[in-house]
């Protein structure tokens, strides 16, 4: 596998300030949440919403509605899972970011498996966070990936540099 990944070429999301030019507050960070289990979807969008300057613009079960979310709607941030039940998560956020290009990806990682890991990252996705970090690193990715810049959480960051540097990482 060649050391440079894939890069998608687009213009940043604005950052989001704390208040407009009309002096009122910002629009929030509208987020697209795609999680086929209702029970982790509710909790998922109870944290992002009780967090200051998130929206939950709309949720999905499937890739499929989530594709046609975004070429409808076009939300700052796509949040899914890369296991997806319906479809291969990869092709799913190149299709949002073909059909939407001010929309970014954030993908979340159940697994520690080195070739999901870099599989996520060269999807073109900005963002990937595991599941087993805690809420506030689901949060802050939301923040900088809204920025416009990367984010990489601290367990796939340790799978990469593993990699990169041709040491097995730990399971």
Known sequence: MSLFLKMRHTNP????????SS???????????????HMCRDALA???????????????????????????SAPDIVLMPIELEDADAVEV????????Q?????????????????????SGALGLVSTRAPASG???AIHTVAQGRSYVGPIAL?????????IRPTR
């Open 13 to 20: 999301i604005p950052a989001h300030k704390s208040r407009n």
């Open 23 to 37: 002096g009122g507050h910002a629009a929030p960070i509208r987020v697209l949440l795609v999680e086929a289990h």
């Open 46 to 72: 109870r944290l992002i919403s009780d967090s200051a300057g998130f929206q939950i613009f709309a949720s999905a079960d499937t890739g499929s509605e989530a594709v046609d979310i975004c070429r409808h």
């Open 93 to 100: 956020t190149a299709e949002i970011l073909r059909v939407s």
């Open 102 to 122: 001010q929309t970014e990806v954030i993908l979340m990682q159940r697994s520690r498996d080195e070739n999901v890991t870099m599989r996520a990252i060269q």
């Open 138 to 140: 689901l949060v802050e």
């Open 158 to 166: 340790d799978v990469v540099t593993k990699r990169l540097a041709n």
